[in-house]
């Protein structure tokens, strides 16, 4: 297979809908947005770009952003202040991404190790971080891309308070810990997707350019994570979804400190963008902008049987895996006993 190109064929010309501040005209530029950035041929490049990513790992370049150009004025149906309040919530949210990758490293390690790389790195014998994984390398140009688009808007610096990224915790059942984790960074990359889409439909000219950089990055991580999870669990339904979910809810009410879930994750970032700021209009179009991405998602998740995927990824190991997983799982609960 040829390696794919590097930086997917997305044109760069920012004002593709017309300006106006209704409702109406704001979900034509969601709709707008979704076809120009999220065509199902640019969401397969992306995922069969990560095998490449595997053995030559190379950073999506940036275009050179217009960062004097940049104008308060710019902004189309949305006051300045609410939309420094989202910026500053996604610098909150975005600035722990050592945490989140090393996290993610230490899911993946025992059995996925090539994604484990990609996301977070290589350690050392000690356990000490010597090269930084591709995810790490593109997400982390993202917060300091926010500061200096809020001090363009604001004129003057954030007060960045970073969310603390939850800690790697496994449950003695590393099948089910990964699901669950992967569920959690497939969620927060296509939360990130929507929101920023959803602000380069509230702007146009140097502010829409800015956040297209950060847009089509959340594209490619979205996907391939996606896609990545679709090889690697070829037996979830959505009952499993439910169950995974419920489960995470469980334990949440148990230990409300150390337990994530998705929904204490959407409430968290709900608070931390400001939501209770927001008019029912931009709450109705931020609704609209995620429904219309997961309709695009769902499109293209039917293009994903299992013979392009064990293609792309190789035959899966399922069944050997299993066995390992459920071993692990009987001896954690075997030792859980004897505690
Ligand atoms: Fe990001
Ligand atoms: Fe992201």
Redesign the pocket.
């Known amino acids: 297979m040829m390696p794919a190109a590097i930086s997917p064929p997305v044109p760069c010309e920012t004002d593709i809908a017309p300006l106006a501040p209704s409702w109406r005209a704001t979900g034509d530029r969601i709709r707008a947005l979704v076809d120009h950035y999220l065509p199902l041929d640019h969401l397969r490049d992306r995922l069969e770009d990560l095998p490449h990513q595997f053995t030559q790992p190379r950073l999506r370049p940036w275009q050179p952003l217009p960062w004097a150009a940049v104008h308060r004025d710019q902004l189309v149906g949305i006051d300045c202040d609410t939309f420094c309040r989202i910026l500053a919530g996604a610098i909150d949210t975005?600035a722990p991404?050592r945490g989140?990758t090393q996290s993610s490293r230490q899911y993946l390690a025992h059995h996925y190790p090539a994604m484990a790389q990609f996301v977070g790195g290589h350690v050392d014998s000690t356990g000490n971080l010597v090269t930084l994984g591709l995810?790490e390398r593109?997400?982390k140009r993202?917060t300091p891309a926010l500061i200096k688009l809020y001090r363009c808007l604001a004129g003057r610096a954030p007060r960045v308070r970073p969310h603390a990224a939850r800690p790697y915790r496994p449950s003695g059942d590393p099948r089910a810990d990964l699901y669950r984790h992967g569920l959690h960074r497939v969620a927060?990359?296509y939360g990130?997707?929507c929101l920023y889409l959803w602000m380069m439909a509230h702007c146009h000219g140097p502010l829409q350019t800015v956040l297209r950089e950060l847009l089509v990055?959340?594209i490619n991580?979205?996907t391939k994570f996606w896609g990545f999870g679709r090889w690697a669990y070829p037996d979830a339904t959505l009952a499993t979804l439910g169950q995974s979910l419920t489960q995470a809810l469980i334990h949440k009410i148990r230990q409300p400190r150390t337990q994530g879930s998705l929904l204490h994750t959407l409430r968290r970032m709900m608070a931390e963008l400001g939501w209770p700021h927001w008019s029912w209009q931009q709450r109705a179009t931020l609704i609209y902008s995620l429904d219309q991405v997961m309709r695009r998602l769902w499109q293209w998740d039917r293009t994903l049987p299992p013979a392009y995927l064990t293609h792309l990824f190789g035959p899966h190991l399922y069944r050997t895996l299993r066995r390992r997983w459920q071993a692990i799982a009987w001896v954690g609960r075997v030792e859980a006993r004897g505690h």
Do not use: G, L, N
């Open positions: 975005e991404i989140y995810w593109e997400e993202h927060t990359e990130a997707t990055d959340e991580h979205m």
